[in-house]
């Protein structure tokens, strides 16, 4: 959900010069915690989910507590 969002601004960025090393590099790293963060709340989110929720998403019960396991930086 949160990558939708900004797709717009990264097209913007993909269209312009090409960044200086270090001003990609440091990017990068931004979007990579971002997505890592969003992993690790929503995946702890799982576990809060009742079972009737989990139905709505199409998940079982121990399919959700299995992908809460997994740790942020597995995709």
């Known amino acids: 959900m949160a990558h939708a969002a900004h797709a ?12 200086p090393p270090f001003a990609a590099l440091a990017l990068r790293v931004a979007v990579v915690t971002a997505q890592w963060s969003e ?3 929503t995946r702890r ?5 009742d079972d009737h929720l989990l139905r709505d998403v199409g998940l079982e019960r121990h ?10 930086w597995q995709g």
């Open 45 to 49: 989110a799982l576990t809060d989910l």
């Open 8 to 19: 717009p601004y990264l097209a913007y960025l993909d269209a312009q010069k090409p960044l």
């Open 63 to 72: 399919v959700a507590l299995k992908e809460a396991r997994r740790k942020f």
């Open 39 to 41: 992993r690790r709340r």
